[in-house]
């Protein structure tokens, strides 16, 4: 799930994966792992540089057929440097779309529209049970096998509200080819077997199954799953919303699977639904990158297609929502939150207004663009009228332009708000919307958010191939015309054109569309006491239906089936018959741009010389000397407000209208890095982060030294919405990043620095964050903050990091030389904390949810130290065939893994799990576990999990970041090379070393933390004394 302001941010480079798809738990993760938290908050922020392609001569024309494939549409897309190639497979009218374009990251996905008419979750359990192995390949979960046999850098399935896809990327020609084999025999040639889907759907089954008294219960890993997804009150707001506004066709239905519906679906229902659904005529392939085409064309028409024949697929079609004569009313139920706002404020509300047909393409485009006129920044007028009177927490996460269906939606709402200010919201909004109506738009604003889409498109993201997939999927889906779609610049100077000849022309559009609309829906939720109660007595009374249904016979299959599932989950898999990369395929390491280091002003500058598509990145490393303990724990806060309070010489609305007309933004953030060499000690640091269109450069360095030199805090009213927002949208997260929490509260246990970081980042800042507002008074947080600022910004505390063109790096030189000697100079006083080990605890932050997310941590070895890479390469193998295996396939988790980070931890989690102290218990017994399946740790194991660490390793970086581990942490590539070589030299006896250095014996410095119901049993289970934390 995206956050809000990265969904306001994004006008046309819209939304990858919205809120309403339901997507599996197996996305690769990057690089270094930084922090848990890091690595998955930058894991798509990284991406090679595609370059220009100059008159390339193509093979494929239109009207020729290839494989069987007609091509009928060949487009150079000039704003990308790309061509794109539509392809129809003449047999069973597949379309195939490729995009030809210099980037190493290829990319294959193939997709199925997907219409579901009830809320079973049919085609997300299909989706679950196609990878269960197919007729090829009968290996249960294939994905997470070939996690470990493969360098994806992207490999996962997803169920959209009506369609359901299959996307993997990777770097490696031989690892496209052997992924591109199973996913296609997965899709097209699935098993499905019953005993599968009783695993992956639901099953009746005894609470222990060796035990025929104890008490039958539901029980299978989609069911488990949506359990956990609707334990995310923002989920169930997004779902609700979808599901009100447009009622009549599939969107009425959760095509993820309602919990109390799953139990309704049969085995039989699924199969059917597979052979209609899954044909080659309701499929859409893609292909991207660098790579021979005609290689695909083969296999698919060799091995899939040329036996099938072609069958209309309208019946698959969504059509159009009939508009309503009259605006709709709906409220719902949420659970209470214990870690959100007071109960009086759990509120939320929207305002959904349906919009245009998804194929519409210039129309949808405007009206997105509208819509972030209308929403984000504090120019806009919804943020100016509804967010700024401070009366709720903030746009809650359904906020945005909804693109993701067939007609589009334009949704605005907030989150923690009390009932009685439900009224004023949508008078607020009634009345902002007719203003703009008669008033119109400030040109200045409209030009910063034209100018900001425009600078999205020269900006490279190291995974383009996937997020252009991503966002043409549901365009794809109707049939819409992705291919003009990617011709950004003609639609926005279209619209250009369009505004300048009709002064009015955004007015209409809101008239049109936001005034004389009557499809709108109202959504309510408000928070209740007996949400779970009346979830479990409606579970219950499911299950006594199915119960009353059953006689002994029934009773004792069901009993059979356990143990046969039970014997079939412990099998010993044959991953054998899966294709794996081999060490010559990945020997040499990626080719990165060099990077120098110079002093500038006796400032350590480090430098990146690389095409970056004329924008240049610049980013700015202070490290933290001489704060207090409460100047540190407001660290975040300052980095989350700096740039939007506004400066002595602009105040906030002008501020904010100059960043986003010039730049890409101006982003604080701070950092805590143990020393990668000893772990003895750690020290703090804040980074800001820009990048801008070369031309912008001198304005860039300007805006960045009016905010260091003339920030402001003493708006004081501001200050405190800002600070309520952010308590509220840092509570939104918890549930669905569960496992990071767990890490980082475990992580917390284990010493000092880890401590630091869970309380400026983990469950406990929010707890502190809660009680430091009540506790103070705003001029006091101004005075703070103004401190830290007068403290923190000092040209001798400072280090630099400039990645830009070659041609162009003298003049950035230049310009960054005058900012430095503006900056202020005060002693140098570069201070690290000694870092200090705790003794074991134990501990469990009590959270109203249905499931658990585990953790353990303890100190193992630093990055530097020689041990590291074979940990990390023992953590992959324990995550392949040790926790996977016996926590999710066998106990029912969403998730489970173990990893090493940089500064020495090694953790073990679970993510969305039923259990507590049993997962507990399997993370204790790794030991053990170690050394029963000694066989199991053979030449073949610790390759595939070294290929894992690689897929890390070697992820691509975007030419903006490239540097970046080096710039934080100051391990040079150098070290990185012999990092990555010394990995994969990693032995059977190092791992054996390892095994017995840091496993054998329980460490002396180890936290558990669970993040969960409560249970009061856990003492006595775990034989440990648990603090507990409600
Ligand atoms: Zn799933």
Not at 622 to 646: A, K, R, Y
Not at 724 to 745: D, E, K, T
């Amino acid at each position: 799930m995206l956050s809000r302001s990265k969904l306001l941010r994004s006008a046309h480079l819209k939304i990858l994966r919205s809120r309403l798809i339901t997507s599996c738990f197996k996305s690769v993760s990057t690089f270094m792992e930084i922090s848990g938290d890091e690595a998955m908050k930058t894991s798509h922020k990284q991406v090679n540089m595609p370059s220009v392609i100059h008159q390339r001569e193509y093979k494929y024309a239109e009207g020729k057929v290839y494989h069987g494939f007609r091509c009928e549409r060949v487009e150079h897309i000039s704003d990308f440097e790309l061509t794109s190639f539509t392809l129809r497979h003449e047999g069973t009218g597949t379309e195939l779309w490729h995009i030809d374009r210099n980037d190493a990251n290829k990319v294959f996905s193939i997709s199925f529209r997907t219409t579901p008419f009830d809320s079973t979750g049919l085609p997300h359990i299909l989706e679950h049970l196609v990878l269960c192995g197919s007729k090829k390949y009968p290996v249960r979960d294939p994905f997470f096998k070939m996690l470990n046999r493969s360098v994806a850098t992207f490999m996962n399935a997803m169920t959209g509200p009506d369609y359901t896809i299959y996307p993997f990327s990777t770097m490696n020609e031989m690892d496209y080819r052997n992924l591109q084999h199973i996913y296609l025999d997965a899709v097209f040639r699935p098993n499905l077997t019953y005993l599968d889907f009783l695993q992956e759907g639901w099953r009746l089954e005894n609470e222990d199954i060796h035990d025929q008294s104890t008490p039958i219960v539901i029980k299978g890993v989609v069911y488990n799953e949506m359990k956990g997804a609707f334990s995310e009150n923002a989920q169930v707001f997004g779902q609700n919303l979808l599901n009100n506004i447009l009622p009549d066709h599939t969107y009425g239905h959760v095509s993820g699977g309602n919990p109390l519906e799953i139990p309704n679906l049969s085995h039989i229902e699924l199969v059917d639904f597979h052979r209609k659904y899954y044909h080659p005529s309701n499929s859409r392939i893609y292909s991207y990158g660098l790579l021979d085409l005609s290689k695909t064309l083969a296999i698919l028409d060799n091995e899939y297609l040329s036996e099938q024949s072609c069958i209309d697929n309208s019946f698959s079609l969504t059509p159009q929502q009939e508009r309503w004569v009259q605006p709709r009313n709906v409220h719902i139920f949420s659970r209470l939150d214990n870690m959100g706002a007071t109960i009086d404020r759990q509120n939320q509300i929207a305002i959904a207004l349906l919009m245009c047909d998804a194929t519409n393409i210039q129309e949808n485009f405007e009206l997105q663009v509208l819509s972030e006129i209308l929403i984000r920044g504090p120019n806009s007028v919804l943020y100016k009228n509804i967010i700024e009177p401070n009366f709720s927490g903030g746009y809650n996460q359904s906020t945005g332009y909804l693109s993701d269906t067939k007609d589009t939606a334009f949704v605005v709402g907030l989150q923690d708000i009390r009932v009685e200010n439900f009224t004023k919201f949508i008078e607020l909004f009634d009345k902002t919307i007719s203003k703009a109506m008669n008033d119109g738009f400030e040109s200045q604003h409209v030009e910063s958010v034209l100018h900001n889409l425009e600078l999205s498109l020269k900006h490279q993201s190291p995974y383009f191939g996937n997020t252009l997939l991503f966002n043409s999927t549901a365009l794809w889906n109707h049939e819409g015309d992705i291919v003009s779609n990617l011709r950004v610049s003609e639609m926005i100077s279209r619209l250009r054109a369009r505004i300048s000849q009709n002064k009015s022309y955004f007015q209409d559009k809101i008239k049109q569309y936001l005034v004389n609309n009557n499809h709108r829906l109202t959504l309510t939720m408000s928070p209740d006491g007996l949400y779970e109660k009346t979830f479990k007595v409606a579970e219950l009374e499911q299950l006594n239906q199915k119960l009353k249904a059953l006689n002994t016979e029934m009773l004792e299959k069901i009993y059979e089936n356990a143990f046969m599932l039970d014997a079939f989950q412990k099998a010993k898999p044959n991953s054998d018959v899966l294709p794996c990369l081999t060490i010559n395929d990945v020997i040499d390491p990626p080719k990165r741009p060099k990077i120098f280091i110079q002093s500038i002003q006796n400032v350590q500058t480090q430098i990146c010389k690389v095409s970056t598509n004329d924008i240049t990145y610049f980013k700015c490393l202070f490290n933290i000397t001489g704060l207090s303990q409460e100047e540190t724990m407001l660290l975040p806060l300052f980095c989350n407000v700096i740039s939007v309070m506004g400066t002595s010489k602009y105040n906030y609305r002008e501020l904010d209208k100059l960043i986003l007309s010039k730049t890409g933004g101006i982003d604080f953030k701070f950092n805590l890095i143990e020393d990668v060499k000893d772990a003895k000690s750690y020290w703090l640091s804040v980074m800001m982060t820009t990048h801008a269109l070369d031309k912008n450069i001198p304005d860039m360095f300007g805006l960045c030294q009016e905010l260091i030199h003339n920030f402001r805090f003493d708006d004081l009213d501001r200050l405190k919405m800002l600070i309520q927002n952010y308590i509220s949208n840092m509570s939104v997260g918890v549930a669905s990043s569960g496992h990071l929490y767990a890490m980082l509260g475990a992580t917390a246990l284990v010493s000092n620095a880890g401590k630091l970081k869970s309380l400026l980042s983990g469950v406990d800042h929010i707890e502190f964050m809660k009680n430091f507002v009540q506790n103070t008074n705003m001029v006091e947080v101004g005075d703070k903050l103004r401190l830290i600022g007068t403290k923190l910004f000092n040209k001798s505390n400072l280090r630099g990091a400039i990645n830009c063109t070659e041609s162009y790096f003298p003049l950035a030189v230049s310009h960054y030389r005058n900012f430095l000697e503006a900056l202020p100079s005060f002693e140098k006083n570069k201070k690290s904390s000694k870092i200090h080990f705790y003794d074991p605890s134990c501990q469990h932050y009590v959270m109203n949810i249905p499931v658990n997310y585990c953790a353990k941590a303890f100190f193992a070895a630093p990055y530097m130290h020689q041990d590291h890479p074979t940990l990390r390469v023992l953590a992959k193998l324990l995550s392949a065939k040790y926790l996977l295996p016996v926590v999710r396939e066998q106990n029912g988790a969403y998730g489970a893994g173990a990893k090493i980070s940089t500064d020495g931890i090694f953790s073990f989690y679970s993510y969305r799990d039923p259990h507590s102290s049993k997962t507990l218990h399997v993370f204790e017994k790794t030991y053990d576990w170690l050394r029963s399946e000694r066989q199991m740790i053979d030449e073949q194991s610790i390759f595939e999990a070294k290929l894992g660490v690689l897929s890390q390793l070697d992820s691509p970086i975007a030419p903006g970041n490239i540097g970046v581990d080096y710039f934080l942490y100051e391990v040079s590539p150098e070290y990185f090379e012999k990092y990555r070589s010394r990995m994969l030299s990693v032995t059977i006896e190092d791992l054996q070393d390892a095994i017995e250095k840091y496993f054998r014996k329980p460490s002396s410095h180890y936290g558990k933390c669970i993040l969960g119901p409560a249970n009061k049993h856990l003492d006595l289970e775990t034989s440990k004394k648990w603090k507990i934390i409600v």
